[in-house]
């Protein structure tokens, strides 16, 4: 038997943060926690509305489904996934959280971390990234300077975009890499390529529409970058359709359904040629944690969600100023979560 509770957030950002999507001072997010034996794993879904995703439903839905997911009897990860990928339909943001939580859960019953018992050897990881939001130029050099780190996102998709990159590069000669989120035409991104390559950036995350599937073949043909799916790869079924248009992806642990799926579809990734990213959906340190786990298996990493939220939930990593993050070698994710206590802690 599993006992489920639920803790709604909503974690300020130190900056309002601004993408292609809009812009958001807060990050709502859900906090769920499986217990057995008085072990408790924990697992989060931040709320996104551009995927049609709030606290409030997400809440509905586990209360319908608690007796159901309460009785589980958690001694297989995989039978679990399944479980709740037939009992949750379509709530791959749901799904993410509970299977973050049971894996928790089910390395801390074992008594080791969870890259253990995902059989991952730890050693040399890529670095995460600082994003910069959507801004003045003015403000993403504010930004930039109050916040020095070793390689930055900026996020792009507007007409001033050049601008912002150039003034960026002005004042850092670290490495960059760029996230259009859909932002731009074909013939915008066929514009700015070059130049982006002659400003230092290193890749560019989803230059164009999800949709447009033959034009980012046409794309990757031209591009002088290494070009990243995002939003074109939201699940492990969409990663066979982005090797022809992509040279890498972003797995977002939300977006496909947690750590099981996410890792089969690195499994995959390696098959194809694909390189690999795990990206941040703006996750405090409970989500961040799960990613940073899963770093020795890829080659990208964009896991700065505690940096950019002023408030946090728990604690358990450390980022440091080469852009390493440190595990706490603690059992399962690593974590201690102590929301439940915050007093002072805005909840929906």
Partial sequence: MLDLNYYPFELAFQYPFTTAKGTKTVQPTLVVSLGMRNIKGYGEAPAINYYNVTVADMIEKLEAKRSVIERYALIDMQRFW?????????????????????????????????????????????????????????????????????LYKIKLGRPHDIDILRAVRAHTSVPVRVDANEGWTFDEAKALLPELLQLGVTLVEQPLNRTETEAMKELK????????????????????????????????????????????????????????????????????????N?????????????????????????????????????PGLGIQFWGEQRENMQRI
């Fill in 221 to 292: 043909a031209l591009s002088p970058l290494p070009l990243f799916a995002d939003e074109s790869c939201q699940t492990e079924q969409d990663v066979k359709k982005c090797a022809e248009g992509f040279d890498g992806i972003n797995i977002k642990l939300t977006k496909c359904g947690g750590i099981t799926p996410a890792i089969r579809m690195i499994k995959e990734a390696r098959t194809l040629g694909l390189k690999i990213m795990v990206g941040s959906m703006n996750e405090n340190t409970i989500g961040s944690a799960a990613m940073a």
């Fill in 82 to 150: 399944h479980f709740l990928h037939h009992l949750l339909p379509g709530q791959n943001f749901l799904i993410a959280a509970l299977d973050i939580a049971g894996w928790d859960l089910y390395s801390k019953m074992r008594g080791q971390p969870l890259y253990k018992t995902l059989g991952i050897s730890l050693g040399p990881t890529a670095i995460t990234d600082y994003t910069l939001g959507m801004d003045t130029v003015a403000e993403v050099v504010s930004k930039l300077e109050a916040h020095p780190w070793p």
């Fill in 294 to 330: 899963l770093l020795p298996l890829v080659d990208e990493a964009d896991a700065d969600g505690p940096l950019l939220l002023k408030e946090d939930v728990a604690e358990g990593l450390t980022y440091h100023k080469d852009g390493n993050i440190s595990l706490s070698g603690n």
